[in-house]
C-alpha cells in the first residue's frame, strides 16, 4: 500500500493487515536458534511438521491409495513427469530427511498393530532425531574452533550445540515424550480428536485423553521406551550456516553446471528411484488406517498442544543453553507466531523500492501502485492508490444501542428497532479536511483553557476525554480523564434542582427524588443529579485548572515524547446543541 501524506488514504483508512510480526531468518530457526522466541518458533513449526501437514497429506492419500499409486506410476512410466515434477512428487513420498507419505503410512501402520507403545517408539525416534543426532551433526560439520571468514564461526549471538539424552528425570524430557505419543496415538486414529461441547441430550463431553490415563504416566512411558539405543551416522547433507563466501559461490557454479551436463542421463534415473519408492509405499496395506490431522489450539489444556510446544521449545533451549520458558509464556508468545516465507519478503523489498524511485523522481500520484501479492494462489493485483478520503459537510447516523441500557429498542427477538433509534446529528470540522489535519493544542494548557481554545478558536464544545489502557494481561479498557454532563432533553433539570438541590447529600437527593409525584423515571433523574453534582465538586474544578499534560501522565505515567500526542476528545459543534463535531485528529503538542 503507496501512502502519501496529503494526497492518498493514511494507513488506518486502508486494508487491514494481517497481524503484524517479525521474520527470522530460516537458518536460524533451524539450526542457530540465540533466544527462547526462536526455540518456541522452531518448536510450534515441529508441531505442524509432525501432527498437521503430514497427516493431512496422509488423509488425502487415504482416499484412494491405489489410485494415487497408479496415476503417478502411469505419468512416470509414459515419461509424463519432468526433472522437477519428479523431484517434487518424491519429496513427497520420502524427502532428504525420510519425512513423507512413505513414513506416514508406515508409522500408521506401527500405531494401527502396536497401539500406544508404537507411539512411544515414533516419540523417541523424534527425540533422538532432533535433540541428540541433529546437535551431533552441527558439531561435526561445525567444531567448536571453527574459524570462517577470519573470525570464530561460534562468536555471539551463535551458540555452540550440546547434545541431550532421553532423561526422564528431565521433566520436559518426559514430557515431550508423553505430549508426542499420545498426539500419535490422535493422529494415528486409535484415539479421537481431542474437543469437548455439549451433545444432543443436552449433556456435557469432551474427548480428551483423561488425566488417571496410563498414557499420562511416566511408567508407562518407561516401559514402553526402546532398550537399544539409535546409533548416529553423521548425516551426508550440507547444513546450512547463514554465511556466504566465494568458495561457496563457485561452488554453487561447479554444481549447478554439472547437474545441467548430467540431467537426460540422470531423468531415467530418477524415474526408476520414484518407481522405486511408489513400490514401498504400495508394499504397506492401508486397511484400518485413520488420519486425523490436528489444529492447533492453545487454549485447551488437555490436548498436549502447548504441552508439546513448551516441552520441545525448552529442550531445543537446554541443546544451545538458552534459559527455559514457563509454559504460560510459551503459550503466550506460540500463539502470535507468524510465518515469514524468503520470496514474500523479496517481492515487497523490490515493490518498495519501485515506489521509493517514483518518489524521488517526484512522479504524480496517478504513476504509484498499491500492489496485493497472494503467493499461495500465484494472484498479484496492482492498482492506482486511493485519494485522501474528504470529510465534508453533514449529516444523520442512528447509533447501534445497547441492549443493556436500551432494550425498548429492540423487540422480543432481540433485533434493533431501528425507527425507535434516536437520530444523531453530525457536522465536519473542519469542513472539508481529511485524516492528514490535525488540531493542536499546546500542552501547558489547562482544561479549562483547552475548553475555552475550542469554543472560541474552532467554535467547537468538548464533551468528553478518554484514554485507552491496556492491562497487565492485554486487554484494552477506557478511562475517562473528563465528561460533560451531556444536556438531556428527556429530563427538566428546573424541577430536578427544585426537588433535590445540588447542596443535598446524594442519599438526600435520592430520597428526594423518589418521593417526587411529579418525576416519573427515578433512575434517570438519579443519575443526572449526580453528573451535575459532580461539575459543582472541588474535584471537578481542580481537574479543570490542571495542566493536560499533568491530567494525561496521571493515567498513562511519564511521557518523554518532544513531538505530539494524540488525544481521544469527543467534541460538538458549540452553537448547535447535540451535532457531533466530526474533526481530524486532537494533537497535544509536547
Not at 503484524?20 to 536458534?33: Q, Y
Not at 463431553?205 to 516401559?223: E, G, K, M, Q, V
Request: hydrophobic share 35%; aromatic share 8%.
Amino acid at each position: 500500500m503507496v501512502v502519501i501524506p496529503h494526497e492518498t488514504v493514511s494507513y488506518d483508512e486502508g486494508e487491514a493487515d494481517a497481524p503484524e510480526g517479525e521474520a527470522i531468518p530460516m537458518c536460524t530457526l533451524r539450526n542457530f536458534p540465540s533466544t527462547i522466541i526462536h526455540c518456541i518458533e522452531w518448536a510450534r513449526g515441529l508441531f505442524e511438521d509432525l501432527f498437521v501437514t503430514p497427516i493431512a497429506d496422509f488423509k488425502d492419500y487415504l482416499e484412494n491409495p491405489l489410485g494415487f499409486i497408479s496415476n503417478i506410476r502411469e505419468q512416470a512410466e509414459a515419461y509424463m513427469l519432468d526433472q522437477n515434477e519428479i523431484s517434487r512428487t518424491m519429496d513427497k513420498l520420502c524427502d532428504s530427511e525420510g519425512n513423507g507419505l512413505i513414513r506416514s503410512v508406515r508409522a500408521a501402520r506401527a500405531v494401527r498393530d502396536g497401539g500406544y507403545p508404537a507411539c512411544v517408539k515414533l516419540a523417541y525416534e523424534i527425540f533422538i532425531s532432533k535433540f541428540n543426532h541433529a546437535m551431533k551433526d552441527l558439531q561435526h560439520q561445525f567444531p567448536k574452533d571453527l574459524i570462517s571468514n577470519g573470525k570464530p564461526f561460534w562468536a555471539p549471538p551463535k551458540r555452540f550445540p550440546t547434545v541431550l539424552e532421553p532423561d526422564l528425570n528431565d521433566e520436559y524430557i518426559s514430557t515431550f515424550l508423553i505430549s508426542v505419543a499420545n498426539l500419535f496415538a490422535v493422529a494415528y486414529g486409535i484415539h479421537p480428536l481431542p474437543m469437548n461441547g455439549i451433545d444432543s441430550n443436552g449433556n456435557d463431553y469432551d474427548t480428551f485423553i483423561p488425566l488417571n490415563s496410563n498414557w499420562r504416566d511416566i511408567t508407562t512411558l518407561a516401559s514402553a521406551l526402546p532398550s537399544e539405543p539409535i546409533l548416529w551416522t553423521p548425516t551426508s547433507k550440507k547444513i546450512d550456516s547463514g554465511e556466504k563466501n566465494d568458495n561457496d559461490n563457485n561452488n554453487n557454479s561447479e554444481e549447478s553446471k554439472s547437474s545441467n551436463n548430467t540431467k537426460q542421463t540422470s531423468l531415467e534415473e530418477s524415474i526408476t528411484e520414484l518407481l522405486g519408492r511408489l513400490d514401498a509405499l504400495a508394499s504397506v496395506h492401508t486397511d484400518g488406517l485413520t488420519a486425523q490431522p490436528a489444529d492447533f489450539e492453545k487454549d485447551q489444556d488437555l490436548n498436549f498442544h502447548i504441552d508439546f510446544v513448551t516441552a520441545a521449545s525448552n529442550l531445543r533451549a537446554s541443546n544451545y543453553g538458552i534459559p527455559r520458558a514457563t509454559r504460560h509464556k510459551t503459550k503466550m508468545i506460540a500463539g502470535k507466531i507468524i510465518a515469514a516465507i524468503a520470496t514474500s519478503t523479496a517481492c515487497a523489498t523490490a515493490l518498495v523500492g519501485v515506489e521509493l524511485l517514483k518518489l524521488v523522481q517526484k512522479k504524480p500520484v496517478s504513476d504509484h501502485r498499491d500492489s496485493t501479492c497472494n503467493f499461495a494462489v500465484n494472484q498479484f493485483q496492482m492498482s492506482e492508490p486511493s485519494k485522501a478520503n474528504v470529510i465534508k459537510g453533514s449529516g444523520e447516523k442512528r447509533p447501534t444501542p445497547d441492549p443493556l441500557n436500551q432494550p425498548e429498542l429492540f423487540d422480543d427477538n432481540g433485533n434493533v428497532i431501528w425507527e425507535k433509534v434516536p437520530v444523531h446529528k453530525w457536522k465536519a470540522y473542519p469542513d472539508p479536511h481529511t485524516k492528514w489535519d490535525n488540531i493542536h493544542l499546546p500542552s501547558s494548557l489547562t482544561l479549562q483553557q483547552a475548553i475555552e481554545f475550542f469554543k472560541t478558536q474552532h467554535g467547537l464544545k468538548l464533551l468528553s476525554w478518554l484514554v485507552t489502557l491496556k492491562d497487565e494481561n492485554g486487554k484494552t479498557t477506557g478511562k475517562s480523564i473528563f465528561s460533560e454532563p451531556p444536556v438531556d432533553t428527556n429530563i427538566d433539570e428546573e424541577l430536578l434542582l427544585q426537588v433535590a438541590p445540588l447542596s443535598l447529600t446524594q442519599q438526600k437527593a435520592q430520597i428526594a427524588i423518589t418521593r417526587s409525584t411529579e418525576i416519573k423515571n427515578k433512575q434517570s433523574y438519579t443519575e443526572r443529579w449526580k453528573l451535575l453534582q459532580a461539575a459543582q465538586s472541588e474535584a471537578y474544578q481542580r481537574k479543570l485548572n490542571t495542566p493536560l499534560r499533568e491530567l494525561l501522565e496521571n493515567h498513562v505515567g511519564p511521557i518523554n515524547s518532544k513531538g505530539s500526542v494524540v488525544l481521544e476528545m469527543q467534541l460538538e459543534i458549540a452553537n448547535e446543541s447535540s451535532v457531533e463535531a466530526i474533526t481530524p485528529a486532537i494533537l497535544m503538542d509536547m
